[in-house]
């Protein structure tokens, strides 16, 4: 009995130590250590992650995770070059490279190692389906991204530019964006027509498109962009609502995300946006794409 009782002292005080000692031991990834989504709290989601007017395609499974998007990881480098990776099965990690910087990502951590330099992430990284899936957010970070999350579209923006258009726009500015404005969505109602307005501003800091709101109204490149040109109604006078509708777009109101392009399918002769382009939302009459 005597035995006993010491063997449970000295079990005790082994385990006080520990106790004490625990918040200085550091913990190693390796195989135990692998996390699927039993205890995460998740679900499945389509909100799109859209670099510089792209979708970024995904195959499998986007996750929110903690309110924040979580994507495999492979499929997020492979949209932004040409990467090689190498999976550790001892440590589940992976190790991205493109020959010039080397991120490495383990399986129930929450920060990416950037060159050995560590990132802190706003979710854990873990393993589901079968595939190491991390935070959109710290991945963006590492390769000098900035993000955004847009609440109208309910998407993530991802830029190497800056989000925010000039609103100290000119009289010409809106002088032209307030009449293609009424000759494209005259018949719309004012989010149609913030919506038009927006496609339009979107096209200016497009690198495809000029570079002014004029340019892009008369653009010609591969025929007349807008159908109001050709018919000269680019030129009629624009209701008080259209005007509206331009100013607020021009001062930031945004409800088509990056979108570049619409058409009524109802009236159109082609359906190559249709064809080639994203599908966002459509909104009165009029469809809008990426």
Not at 2 to 9: E, P, S
Not at 47 to 72: A, E, M, R, T
Not at 244 to 250: I, N, P, Q, T, V
């Amino acid at each position: 009995m005597m035995k006993d009782l010491r063997l449970r002292r000295i079990i005790t005080s082994i385990l006080t130590i520990m106790i004490l000692l625990s918040p200085l031991i550091s913990i190693n990834v390796d195989a135990s250590a692998e996390i699927s989504p039993q205890g995460i709290k998740y679900w499945v989601t389509n909100s799109p992650g859209i670099y510089d007017y792209k979708n970024i395609q995904f195959k499998n499974d986007k996750l929110i995770v903690g309110g924040y998007l979580i994507v495999p990881v492979t499929e997020f480098f492979d949209f932004f070059g040409r990467y090689e990776y190498e999976w550790d099965n001892d440590t589940k990690s992976v190790t991205v490279t493109d020959g010039n910087n080397t991120y490495q990502i383990y399986s129930g951590t929450c920060y990416l190692l950037e060159n050995g330099h560590k990132i802190q992430s706003p979710a854990m990284n873990f393993i589901y389906n079968g595939k190491i899936y991390a935070s959109l957010k710290v991945m963006a970070d590492a390769l000098g991204l900035k993000t955004l999350y847009e609440e109208v579209s309910d998407s993530i923006l991802l830029t190497r530019h800056s989000f925010y258009f000039n609103a100290n726009y000119t009289y010409e500015d809106l002088y032209w964006l307030s009449r293609i404005v009424h000759a494209e969505a005259a018949h719309e109602s004012y989010e149609g027509k913030v919506a038009v307005a927006n496609v339009v501003l979107n096209r200016v800091r497009h690198d495809s498109f000029p570079d002014t709101i004029y340019g892009v109204i008369f653009d010609k490149a591969g025929g007349v962009q807008f159908t109001p040109v050709a018919a000269g109604t680019i030129y009629n006078d624009p209701s008080e609502e259209a005007i509206r509708a331009a100013k607020d777009a021009l001062n930031g109101y945004n409800n088509v995300s990056w979108c570049l392009f619409f058409f009524n399918p109802k009236l159109a002769k082609s359906f190559w946006i249709a064809d080639t382009c994203d599908f966002y939302k459509s909104i009165g009459n009029h469809d809008f794409y990426f």
